[in-house]
């Protein structure tokens, strides 16, 4: 794709004529602010930020990007951790952080209605007084946001029990890549014709922008029990969370940590986790009074019998928080016991766990390169933070090799190569271990349903995504359209 | 070509079924309609590459094909515009996977939810999906989306389904998810292809994630005078914390009506909570472990009028109490029974009933669910009803679905004309 300076002017002033001038950057300055999401090893400056305050707004820059032939990035809170919103070199990146209002709480309907640029947090924050709360809780629900949530389809501790984005919005406004306006779903479940919200969450930016959002609310639960329990070893931390699940219990969360995640943690907030630990479960009950007694005990002693050798359980909110603190801050506290490091997201089947995580020590043994592991134990999905120093010769690439093969290790044993933080830029070269050519094919089907210019959020997802006019089938060679300079492919 | 060509063709690409599925292709007979529509062919593929091959020579035979499962809902959405061959499902059954420890199964298409659950009761585990019409397939309620009482704790099929293997109409198989529930890899094309009426692609093979079945259960029920009144009662259960697995009301054409609430888990919390069910719906409401009548099922019979109805919550007393007027409006028996707790609710008129007076009914139903958010739909209707109604009504976002049909089936062979708008 080739945009002109020229263009990228001209199309700077039509965004200033559409949306106002006080809401598109051209400053590189400016622009450098937005140059990466969470994930800060991709960088690229975008050619331009659009800010649009409504949800007309936003249909007419990408309106304009159409007109102009030009690709379009959607940005929320910019967590991401997978390069999603990684800007494009000439394209616009448009922002949702001013569309931040809760437009409704209707804890009658169990919805709220929000903008996508409200943070995750404040829709439970509102909701809460009412008795309700939102349950998808990614890690950094006190800074993402609900726009960047239903385009990564994120998920959070509580997934096990609860589901993940996608199971808690019921309908969304969203502006086509053609610049329409289009509703899907809402507050009443079911609406006929084929699911395309359902397509739509987790589609990462290509097949659209969201431009509001209607989530379902859940009540709050009328108890909630948690325990810590220590263990020598992570082997035995599995056998313990599979066998609560074998007994029928589904806890709203699983999360384990071994020794390297527990003494990164210990070191930055001191949590307090039994000393010699090799690993530590935290497990958390939650439901009526009466159920999460009952389960709650058999989950203590499902624990020591597979040789929890201690077990601390919450007395109150702040001890809660207190164990949670050590698990939530992991992924920052690696950054005291190593200058480098990557956050990977895997899942595996449960069942699985003792084998990947040996496999995990011996790559990590055979590389010479640390590996944390911090995860969500109930569901599979496994969090390896590959610790590295980039000032060593070989080690970033080393790092990289443990990565990687931790995620063909994920396939192999029938898993995901993300299981929360989606594909975006980093993950687009590992598709096709996951899938075949005939599976992301048919992926671009809807794609090109949906985009067939290709503008939204190209180069991500997808390895080699197809041309939308090409009859589906195996690609070989340049594609005519292509070589006669008449298309590109993105 | 003359028809035994065709066959031929059908049979040489099915290249022999094996010795338990002998001769997946033959002529149609009587009994081989859709809707009302005949078909020429019928193809009973036992895998998916078998399934594949025959979709790929009905594509080269330029052949309309519809899916059947257990042929339970062959009578839902419009009839096909064209039908030479169907492709039945019942070979292609059986659990190719069941990873108890990981709450995941993988079942062939055309199993029937019945003996998977079977199957799957032996590990103490269930797919909680209720069977609202016996001897129905899973690849039937992935393909109408059809939901029972504990879509309130569980979810639908959509919620249910983490991968699928599907043959696209020109043939090529595809897979989308897979088998661990957290996946957040590519397109979920598993939600795309759920209620689609197969008019995406034949769903071959279904990855689901499980639950472990309660060691409990208990059916609390109140009888109240008029549906709306029932409506209003199910508002207050949701307002308490009782986190039940349905909360139904059943609203008979002949009047009176009943709410039942359904607790599942432990034993010992089962009872702590239909006793407190019992306190909060009135002196007068029973505890069971049975369900009571008409559980889980539709409210109406072969031949009748069926719909659907949806609502945003807060709407659900209101839409009982307007499709209850709009019904004596219009002197028509109309049973209503369904999910208040989701605002789902189905709705069956006798198939006797005069057409010009039951379209009016659907007027009057698309204006009282349009006013609480919600759709109403038509899913099953004699001809002369399908003559002047149009089952799906108003579509958000049916331009996009028009592409998206285009897309995956651009020569419009697979069930063309039973989905909305005409796709």
Known sequence: ?490 | MPADGVLGRLRAAAAGGGPDNPDPVRVADAHDTIAGVPARYVAAPRDTAQAAALLRAAADLDLAVTVRGGGTRQDWGSPPRRLDLILDTTALAGVVEHAAGDLITVVRAGTRLDELAATLAGARQQLALDAPLPGGTIGGAVATNASGPRRMLYGTARDLLIGVTLVRADGVVAHAGGKVVKNVAGYDLAKLVTGAYGTLGLVTECAFRLHPLPAAAAYVTRRVGDAAEAGRLAGTVRAAQLAPAALEVDAPAGGGAAVTVLLEGTPAGVAARAEATRRLLGADATASDEAPDGWGRYPWRGGDIGLKLTAALSGVPGLLADARAAADRHALPLALRGSAGVGVLHAGVPGTADPERVGCLVDALRAATAAVAGHAVVLTAPPAVRDRVDLWGPVDGLALMRRVKQRFDPDARLAPGRFVGGI
């Open chain 1, 1 to 490: 794709m080739s945009t002109t300076t020229t263009d990228l002017a001209a199309l700077g002033a039509a965004l200033r004529a559409a949306i106002g001038a006080d809401r598109v950057i051209s400053d590189r300055q400016e622009l450098r602010t937005y140059e990466c999401d969470g994930l800060a090893q991709y960088k690229v400056v975008p050619a331009l930020v659009a800010l649009p305050v409504d949800a007309a707004q936003c249909a007419a820059v990408v309106r304009a990007c159409v007109a102009a032939g030009v690709p379009f990035v959607a940005r929320g809170s910019g967590t991401g951790l997978s390069g999603g919103a990684l800007p494009h070199a000439d394209g616009v990146l448009i922002v949702t952080s001013r569309m931040r209002d809760i437009l409704e709480v209707a804890p009658a309907d169990e919805r709220a209605v929000v903008q996508p640029g409200v943070i995750n947090l404040a829709v439970s924050r509102a909701a809460n007084p009412h008795g309700w709360y939102y349950a998808p809780d990614p890690s950094s629900q006190q800074i993402c946001s609900i726009g960047g949530n239903v385009a990564e389809n994120s998920g959070g501790a509580h997934c096990l029990k609860y589901g993940f984005t996608t199971n808690h919005v019921t309908g969304v406004e969203l502006v086509t890549p053609d610049g329409d306006l289009v509703r899907l779903g809402g507050r009443a479940p079911d609406a006929p014709g084929y699911d395309l919200l359902g397509a739509f969450v987790g589609s990462e930016g290509t097949l659209g922008i969201a431009t509001e959002v209607t989530v379902r609310l859940t009540r709050l639960p009328e108890s909630v029990r948690t325990l810590l329990a220590a263990f020598e070893s992570t082997d035995q931390a599995g056998a313990a969370t599979s066998a609560i699940i074998a007994a029928g219990v589904v806890p709203a969360a699983v999360e384990m940590m071994d020794a390297l995640a527990i003494s990164a943690a210990e070191a930055a907030v001191h949590c307090g986790y039994p000393a010699g630990a090799g690993a530590v479960l935290i497990v958390e009950l939650d439901g009526p009074e009466p159920e999460v007694a009952a389960q709650f005990d058999q989950v203590e002693r499902l624990c020591r019998d597979n040789r929890a050798f201690e077990i601390r359980i919450a007395v109150d909110d702040a001890e809660r928080a207190l164990f949670w603190k050590g698990r939530k801050s992991a992924f920052a506290a690696v950054g005291r016991i190593s200058p480098d490091y990557i956050v990977q997201d895997g899942v595996i089947p449960r069942t699985a766990l003792p084998e990947v995580l040996r496999r995990i020590g011996e790559l990590s043994a055979e590389r010479g390169i640390r590996v944390a592991n911090v995860f969500h134990a109930g569901d599979g999905n496994l969090h390896p933070l590959v610790l590295f120093d980039a000032s060593v010769d070989g080690q970033t690439e080393r790092a990289e090799e443990v990565s990687g093969a931790i995620l063909d290790l994920c396939v192999r044993h029938g898993g995901s190569i993300t299981g929360e933080h989606g594909v975006g830029m980093d993950k687009a070269k590992y598709m096709p271990r996951m899938f075949t050519d005939d599976d992301l094919d048919t992926m671009q089907l809807l794609r090109c349903a949906f985009d067939p210019a290709g503008l939204a959020n190209p180069g991500k997802v997808f390895p080699t995504p197809r041309l939308c006019g090409e009859v589906p089938g195996r690609r070989k060679g340049v594609h005519p359209a292509q070589e006669a300079g008449l298309a590109e492919v993105f």
